[in-house]
């Protein structure tokens, strides 16, 4: 009786491998299946894309909007976007194709396609209107590209578009940042068209100007890469202050922050004022020092609207003691 117990049981075992073997054999045709076609319902260019909501696993909308030439990233406070990063996803998104791989509901999974992995991507036109509803799924190994489908649709599709790359999907990470699309050099100044500089710590004010050379003849103009710099009108040391000036120079952000959040601009009382050539001035406060959610120090901008996450060590390069830009005296 225990023999045939046996053999009933084994008989089941092998049907249930059979079984998986089928499927497993199905699903691989299917893989197998090809044929390019348009992922997106209708014609679209990428022209006519007005607005884009891209949402991860966890949730949290990050929202592109067109605004006339331009983008915005909306829910990172209107910010304006990479407009070069904006053209290659739409131009991906208008041209997305791809082969057919399956329409059962059943493998979702195993293409990254279900709830816990899909990355969700709405596409509006210019006069709002919802065009297209996409789930994005994981990357395919070794053959570059992703597995897609209509979020109404059956048919998932192999693509292979850098779409979810450049949405700065990667790996495990299956939830976009809106600093992924932001534009985030803040600040330029190029050596030649600054005049001075001044730091402003608290109630003390550090002078910098540059004194140029004088030309070698008076029909020349002024040679703008020959100076020297002065320290509140006597003289300095040159690496500090040219250190000072590269350090402003260029400043890119690494975030942006809630422009209603208290950042004490006013307790920290850092204000570097740079003195350009054709009489402008811009003014950078630097406030708030930050661990959380990354480390940096928050920063504002006369001329720009908004709150920026920053380099926590740019303010230490900025702001030196007075006795750093003094002279140094041979032999000491």
Not at 2 to 30: D, Y
Not at 59 to 74: I, K, M, P, S
Not at 181 to 204: P, Y
Request: proline content about 4%; overall charge negative; charged content about 30%.
């Amino acid at each position: 009786m225990r023999g045939r117990t046996l053999i009933i049981l084994g008989v089941i075992l092998v049907a249930l491998i059979a079984v998986k073997v089928a499927m497993n054999l199905s699903h691989r045709a299917e893989l197998e299946r090809s044929g390019l076609e348009s992922v997106l319902p209708g014609d679209l260019a990428a022209s006519e894309i007005g607005r884009l909501v891209v949402k991860g696993p966890a949730g949290g909308d990050v929202v592109l909007e067109r605004r006339g030439l331009d983008w915005v990233v909306a829910s990172s406070w209107g910010q304006p976007a990479d407009g070069t990063k904006l053209q290659r996803l739409t131009e991906s998104i208008a041209a997305l194709t791809g082969e057919f791989r399956s329409d059962d509901p059943a493998v979702l999974a195993d293409y990254g396609l279900d709830s816990t992995r899909a990355v969700r991507l709405k596409v509006y036109d210019t006069s709002g209107a919802e065009r297209a509803a996409l789930l994005l799924g994981d990357t395919q190994a070794g053959a570059g590209g992703f597995f897609v489908k209509s979020a109404e649709g059956e048919r998932t599709y192999a693509t292979r578009s850098n779409l979810i790359g450049e949405l700065g999907i990667w790996g495990d990470n299956r939830d976009p940042e809106g600093k992924r699309f932001l534009d985030l050099k803040i600040f330029t100044a190029a050596r030649e068209d600054v005049d001075g500089i001044t730091l402003r710590r608290g109630d003390e004010a550090i002078r910098l100007d540059k004194v140029f050379h004088e030309p070698e003849a008076d029909s020349l103009p002024v040679d703008r890469t020959r100076f020297t710099w002065q320290v509140d009108g006597g003289e300095a040391e040159q690496s500090p202050c040219n250190a000072v000036l590269s350090a402003l120079g260029g400043i890119w952000a690494r975030d942006v922050l809630d422009p209603a959040g208290d950042w004490a601009f006013a307790d920290s009382a850092m204000v570097a004022e740079v003195r350009f050539a054709d009489g402008a001035t811009r003014r950078l406060e630097f406030g708030l020092r930050l661990e959380e959610p990354e480390a940096g120090r928050a920063l504002r901008l006369s001329g720009r609207e908004g709150v920026f996450l920053i380099s926590p060590g740019l303010a230490d390069r900025v702001f030196k003691a007075r006795a750093d830009f003094a002279p140094k005296v041979p032999g000491r």
